[in-house]
């Protein structure tokens, strides 16, 4: 009688534990992949900055660097939004191996625009779910020290910046 409590107990384990290991789908969210959209609207005209044609800047003007002035990963990708076309930043490299993932981290940025330099600083705390996934709990920016606020819980986050 022993034997089969015992058995039963861990059949019951088993099942309970593959039930759980079927509820996961595709690949994971990670921290490794979250991506900051951002887009700089003229303060004065309320017109897109970057665009592809007629812009204050052009994509050739932009670089990014880290805080120990390294190239930080990011793309420029086109969109619109009525009749016109206008360019986002895309930086995808917030989170880096090596990084707390259990405390508050805080970095900077240096976005380059042709002879104008300003700074994005940026606050993550990283949270864990279930299937090894991730995201951040919280994203806190700021641009030039202005506050732009807090996002919660994603691993996608987009920004409009007055410059």
Same mark, same amino acid.
């Given at each position: 009688?022993?034997?089969?409590?015992?058995?039963? #107990?861990?059949?019951? #384990? #088993?099942?309970?534990?593959?039930?759980?290991?079927?509820? !996961?789908?595709? *690949?994971?969210? @990670?921290?490794?992949?979250?991506?900051?959209?951002?887009?700089?609207?003229?303060?004065?005209?309320?017109?897109?900055?970057?665009?592809?044609? /007629?812009?204050?800047? /052009?994509?050739?003007?932009?670089? #990014?660097?880290?805080?120990?002035?390294?190239?930080?990963?990011?793309?420029?990708?086109?969109?619109?939004?009525?009749?016109?076309?206008?360019?986002?930043?895309?930086?995808?490299?917030?989170?880096?191996?090596?990084?707390?993932?259990?405390?508050?981290?805080?970095?900077?940025?240096?976005? @380059?625009?042709?002879?104008?330099?300003?700074?994005?600083?940026?606050?993550?705390?990283?949270?864990?779910?279930? !299937?090894?996934?991730?995201?951040?709990?919280?994203?806190?920016?700021?641009? @030039?020290?202005? *506050?732009?606020?807090?996002? /919660?819980? @994603?691993?996608?986050?987009?920004?409009?910046?007055?410059?």
């Amino acid at each position: 009688m022993k034997i089969f409590k015992t058995l039963l #107990i861990l059949i019951v #384990i #088993i099942v309970a534990y593959s039930n759980c290991s079927k509820k !996961c789908y595709g *690949d994971p969210l @990670n921290v490794f992949t979250t991506y900051l959209e951002l887009e700089f609207i003229d303060i004065s005209t309320g017109d897109y900055l970057i665009k592809p044609i /007629n812009g204050k800047y /052009n994509i050739e003007d932009i670089s #990014i660097t880290t805080e120990d002035n390294k190239p930080a990963l990011f793309e420029v990708k086109v969109s619109s939004s009525g009749n016109k076309q206008f360019n986002q930043i895309g930086i995808t490299s917030l989170f880096i191996k090596g990084d707390d993932d259990r405390n508050e981290v805080c970095k900077k940025m240096f976005i @380059n625009f042709k002879n104008d330099r300003d700074t994005l600083e940026y606050c993550f705390k990283v949270q864990y779910a279930k !299937c090894s996934s991730s995201s951040f709990e919280y994203l806190k920016l700021k641009y @030039n020290g202005k *506050d732009l606020g807090m996002k /919660n819980n @994603n691993t996608f986050f987009e920004y409009q910046i007055n410059k």
